[in-house]
């Protein structure tokens, strides 16, 4: 059966008013803003992030930059060390960071968390390359990466116009009311977790995002991305997360998105920064940070050993990814193994 998209309510007749923000977010269990982000700095964005990806090599050579024209050949995406090349290179951008602390992001989530909000230290592009929907980020809860508590909230904007087909954010309203984490099972889209979704109603919303659109929503409430299923475009993202200032935060959200073995530092992060004003902001905070939760991920490691000893295509290019920078763990002999049975 195929699943029918409709269209998010929009709240900006809202803004300002944090009750009401905060009664939308608890009944729906999003927000979705037009406009809320300016677009002149979103495209100034747009144009250093897609100048990274263009000496990286991944976009057509003599196409419009803005136009963010792949090269499918280069496909990529996190957990390959390739992917890690580029985005490490963007997560050195100041603008980027930056962006995670626009006066209009901040505003919104202070009336979303009624009160001084702590915009996290990690935040996450995506760099999504076309036809490559068997990587795409599958159902899930953000809370088993995230975690720390369960209010937190994603802010997922796109940077550039992002219709349908490119593969923006789509949602269940209200699924974080069951105020508890859905199981997760083994998946190759960024984040190897995903829920069932004959688990799931189909309500599912999403829209033609815009420039400047921003989706705000509940670590509890389930999301997928849609597959970019454009001929030849990139699709660029952010997402960043806020709660309030006066909770606890799970302690690697201060450490920088992604990498294991080869994650990049902050120092190397504000090599070149201009300004120190964002550099370690959360070190005089004294927040108290919380351990991190293992077993959703230990329980896909384990479905995908499974699953890859048996043949499953996925399974095996998952671990194959994973063995590209691990190579000496526990689990990377157990993914050698598995791949060798
Ligand atoms: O942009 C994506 O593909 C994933 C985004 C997501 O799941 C999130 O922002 O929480
Ligand atoms: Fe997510």
């Known amino acids: 059966m195929s699943t ?13 008013d ?23 700095k979103l495209l100034a964005l747009r144009q250093e992030i897609l100048q990274v990806c263009r000496a990286g090599g991944w976009l057509i050579e003599s196409t419009e930059l803005m136009e963010g024209v792949a090269d499918v050949s280069r496909q990529c995406t996190e957990g390959d060390p390739e992917y890690l090349e580029v985005y490490h290179e963007i997560y050195k951008l100041e603008s980027f960071h930056r962006s995670g ?13 009624a009160g001084s909000v702590l915009p ?10 076309p036809k490559y929907t068997e990587h795409t980020t599958p159902i899930h809860q953000d809370y088993v990466h995230f ?5 937190t909230y994603t802010c997922w904007a796109p940077v550039g116009d992002c219709p349908r087909e490119l593969g923006g954010l789509a949602l269940l309203p209200g699924s974080h009311k069951i105020n508890a984490v859905h199981a997760h099972h083994f998946s190759l889209g960024a984040g190897a977790l995903a829920i069932d979704e004959e688990e799931l109603p189909r309500d599912w919303l999403t829209t033609d995002y815009e420039i400047g659109d921003s989706l705000i929503f509940h670590s509890l409430t389930v999301h997928q991305a849609l597959p970019n299923v454009t001929e030849d475009r990139l699709r ?16 690697h959200m201060l450490e ?3 990498g294991g073995e080869a994650a990049i530092t902050w120092e190397e992060i504000y090599k070149n920064w201009e300004s120190t004003e964002l550099q370690y902001y959360w070190k005089d905070l004294e927040l108290e940070t919380l351990a991190w939760i293992e077993k959703w991920g230990v329980q896909a490691f384990e479905e995908a050993l499974d699953r890859a000893r048996q043949g499953d295509p996925q399974a095996r290019h998952n671990l194959r990814r994973m063995l590209k920078s691990d190579t000496q763990s526990d689990s990377a002999k157990r993914a050698t193994a598995a791949l060798a049975e």
């Open 101 to 113: 602390h626009w006066p209009e992001v901040l505003d919104v989530m202070e009336n979303v968390v």
């Open 236 to 251: 660029v993202s952010l997402d960043n997360r806020y709660q309030s200032a006066e909770f606890a935060i799970a302690g």
């Open 120 to 129: 996290h230290p990690q935040k996450i592009a995506r760099l999504w390359f």
């Open 147 to 151: 975690q720390g508590v369960y209010d």
């Open 4 to 16: 029918y998209y409709g269209e998010f309510s929009v709240s900006n007749d809202a803004l300002g």
């Open 256 to 258: 920088p998105h992604i």
């Open 18 to 40: 944090g009750q009401e923000l905060r009664r939308r977010m608890d009944e729906d269990g999003y927000l979705f803003i037009k406009g809320l982000l300016d677009p002149g």
